[in-house]
């Protein structure tokens, strides 16, 4: 990120993504190294909040408690031929391995999770304190379970990821999870009246091993061959989300003019077909790259279609008249410096009306 990037990102340039048990375990575990490098690379950007649920993490300890038990009893077991193997070990149900006792292992059981939920927030950066347990998740939840063959456990990760508190949904998820069976029963029955019974808003769920561009490019977090991708893919694919997700707020395409001794100062965009720049906005600039995010720190009052000053608001439904211009300006209008406007006006960047406008 650039140096004169602005900070914090205002939350509707941001991407949130809310991660499940089987993301959290994988993580933990190092399972699938393009998963791990992706969560970095996301927290490294910073156009991104990564979130679970208190729900998730209470899954998550129960999890994790089992399988601590198991690694220590086939660590700790030995037979005739002087060991035990996996298999062996999942015939027994719950914490019934003969031979090891559970309380025996129980302190280093609870020191290796409680160690893991920091790693959670101290290592991967993600916030799930925020997201309580409260009695609006009842009924979605019931009505959600009752409805498809999504679990019990699933259905309240589902509830949960859209409304973290009480009478306060989130209308932007993206759902990460790698449980096929949970994707596709997703996709099986009329979740969306059953979220709108209850004014809840239709989360996206994104399988890690498909997640995918608008042109049908992918990558898969799972294979360690897409690994040397994700520099490359994750920026555009989230750079594609910010722009859909603000589509209100999207004015244009930065383009270079290709006149000669056109003023270095000036950034030129071309205006979406039949979008409205409004009176006097001021202007976000993101970079293709998300190398920067700037807004403009006065509004801007001078826009210029072909050197012609315009008068706002302006509209035009015409693709030889929406080449527009103009001077983006820093603290109390201040010029900015030509090494930032170049950085500015590069060809590919996205033009946004900025929410405080």
């Not at 690694?71 to 999942?90: C, E, K």
């Not at 019974?197 to 239709?202: A, K, N, Y």
């Not at 270079?256 to 006097?280: S, W």
Request: some cysteine; hydrophobic content about 40%.
């Amino acid at each position: 990120m650039e140096a004169w990037s602005d900070t914090p990102i205002v939350e509707n340039f941001k991407i949130k993504f809310f991660l499940d048990t089987n993301i959290l375990s994988f993580l933990i575990d190092g399972s699938h190294q393009g998963l791990t490098d992706a969560i970095s690379m996301f927290n490294k950007l910073g156009f991104v909040d990564l979130l679970s649920s208190n729900y998730v993490i209470f899954e998550f300890c129960g999890i994790r408690k089992k399988e601590h038990y198991l690694r220590l009893a086939l660590s700790n077991l030995t037979t005739p031929a002087g060991y035990i193997n996996v298999s062996t070990l999942l015939k027994y149900n719950g914490y019934s391995v003969p031979g090891v006792d559970f309380f025996a292992l129980q302190p280093q059981i609870k020191a290796a999770v409680e160690q893991e939920l920091i790693r959670i927030t101290n290592d991967f950066n993600i916030n799930y304190s925020a997201n309580l347990l409260h009695n609006d998740l009842i009924h979605p939840t019931f009505d959600i379970c009752l409805s498809s063959k999504i679990s019990r456990e699933d259905s309240l990760v589902l509830t949960s990821s859209i409304l973290p508190e009480s009478k306060k949904p989130d209308e932007n998820i993206n759902l990460l999870s790698k449980d096929e069976q949970f994707s596709q029963a997703f996709t099986e029955f009329d979740i969306n009246n059953i979220l709108k019974g209850h004014s809840l808003p239709i989360p996206k769920v994104i399988s890690i091993s498909n997640i995918a561009l608008s042109s049908g490019s992918f990558v898969n977090l799972t294979s360690d061959q897409d690994v040397v991708r994700l520099n490359s893919f994750l920026p555009s694919k989230l750079f594609e989300m910010i722009c859909d997700k603000n589509a209100d707020l999207l004015l244009g395409r930065i383009f270079m003019p290709n006149g000669v001794g056109f003023p270095q100062d000036i950034i030129c965009f071309k205006l979406q077909l039949n979008k409205e720049l409004p009176v006097d906005p001021f202007i976000t600039i993101i970079s293709k790259d998300l190398n920067f995010i700037y807004t403009s720190k006065v509004r801007i009052t001078d826009f210029r279609q072909n050197g012609t000053l315009i008068t706002l608001p302006f509209t035009t439904a015409d693709d030889t008249k929406n080449n527009i211009s103009f001077k983006m300006l820093g603290e109390n209008g201040s010029f900015l410096p030509q090494n930032m406007i170049n950085s500015l006006k590069e060809e590919g960047n996205m033009l946004f009306i900025h929410p405080d406008s």
